[in-house]
């Protein structure tokens, strides 16, 4: 009946106006997040970090992380193919060369502090343009080191500079991460956009020699490289700093040598090659608030200060270093866009090479 239609209307209406506050404060009550695409060591470095922002800033944290194997590649992947309705707001790599790729094809935005963001706007005003892209793209911090792993008993002198790893006298003893992923691809990226600059077709020539000196790539990354000469499989190998301090930590027999790009010590930017840390906030975020909050923690004296003091021991490049911590003496001096230009013609070099020895890919 007309009457009772009329009744129920006003029931709903008078229980629509009794939820509407309960809802309201429900959505309030939702707690805060930012979702981070993470290429970082996930127990050792990221977990620590997001539980530090997480207690400090009461914002969640959601994580997705890489795979030992693919590292940063897929992670950038991700984020391209989901261009066009991003789920990521931050990518925090660790390397460089994929952010700067990203930041050139514009999936990554220019970070612009909001009229509340102090902490933050300082940071960005004060940051060393070594360690920033000029578009404020990313940023860079924190960073590792490559170098040579070594077994000290089956080795007593390492090669000194990147160049020895071509002399015969090494063949068959080489281990290597496979170069199309994580800092493998973009220390060979820095090495081309080094070497060829000094002199043209020098990247060629040293990985022909390093093909011809058989190394094994091995797919199980740069922590794969250093097992494999603690196992005795190969007796030097390419990795980074933080995967030779974590063997070490667990009691294998293993020890490292930061060598040269350029033989000349008194040759100043041809030391071994530092790859940071980059944080970068993804174009079209779907919480920009809690990523420009997530990027100003980031870039705190504190987190490069936790990063120092982890078993990894990342080399602080903004904010001074502490007592104990990991230097580099002369790092390799090459713009951060000339390594990831260089990065995919570097790698192909190397598998033409390895092919043109008869190695396959």
């Known amino acids: 009946m007309p009457g009772d239609r009329v009744g129920r209307a006003a029931r709903a209406a008078c229980a629509a106006a009794l939820l509407a506050p309960l809802l309201a404060v429900a959505g309030c009550g939702r707690s805060p997040s930012v979702t981070v695409y993470v290429s970082a060591d996930q ?7 997001f539980e530090r922002f997480e207690r400090e800033t009461g914002i ?3 994580a997705k992380f890489d795979t030992e194997s693919t590292k940063t590649t897929a992670l950038a992947n991700a984020l391209r193919a989901e261009r066009s309705r991003p789920r990521a707001d931050v990518f925090w790599s660790n390397e460089q060369a994929a952010n700067v790729a990203l930041g050139a094809e514009g999936v990554t935005a220019p970070l612009e502090p909001g009229p509340v963001d102090a902490a933050l706007a300082a940071a960005v005003a004060s940051w060393p ?7 404020g793209r990313w940023f860079a911090f924190a960073g590792r080191a490559r170098v040579i792993v070594h077994h000290p008993g089956r080795v007593q002198a ?9 002399d015969p006298a090494w063949k068959g003893r080489i281990a290597m991460a496979d170069p199309r992923f994580g800092t493998t691809r973009s220390h060979f990226g820095a090495m081309k956009a080094a070497w060829d600059a000094s002199a043209a077709g020098a990247f060629d020539e040293f990985v022909a020699r390093l093909a011809a000196n058989e190394p094994k790539v091995l797919t199980s990354g740069n922590a794969g490289v250093v097992d494999a000469v603690a196992r005795g499989e190969a007796d030097v190998g390419m990795t980074d700093t933080d995967d030779v301090l974590a063997a070490q930590a667990r009691g294998l027999q293993v020890a490292m040598v930061m060598p040269r790009h350029f033989a000349d010590p008194s040759a100043a930017g041809g030391g071994t090659y530092v790859i940071p840390n980059t944080v970068a906030i993804v174009a079209g975020a779907p919480h920009p608030e809690e990523a420009r909050r997530f990027v100003a923690f980031m870039l705190d004296a504190a987190t490069e200060r936790q990063l120092a003091t982890v078993a990894a021991r990342h080399v602080p490049l903004v904010h001074p270093a502490g007592a ?5 003496a002369d790092a390799l001096r090459v713009e951060p866009a000339a390594v990831a230009a260089n990065a995919d013609a570097a790698v192909e070099r190397f598998f033409a090479a390895r092919r043109a020895a008869g190695q396959g890919n």
């Open 129 to 135: 343009t070594q360690w920033r892209d000029p578009a």
């Open 60 to 62: 969640r944290v959601d």
């Open 324 to 328: 104990g911590d990991l230097s580099v």
């Open 43 to 49: 127990d050792e470095v990221a977990r620590p970090v």
């Open 158 to 166: 390492p090669p000194t500079s990147w160049q020895a790893l071509g």
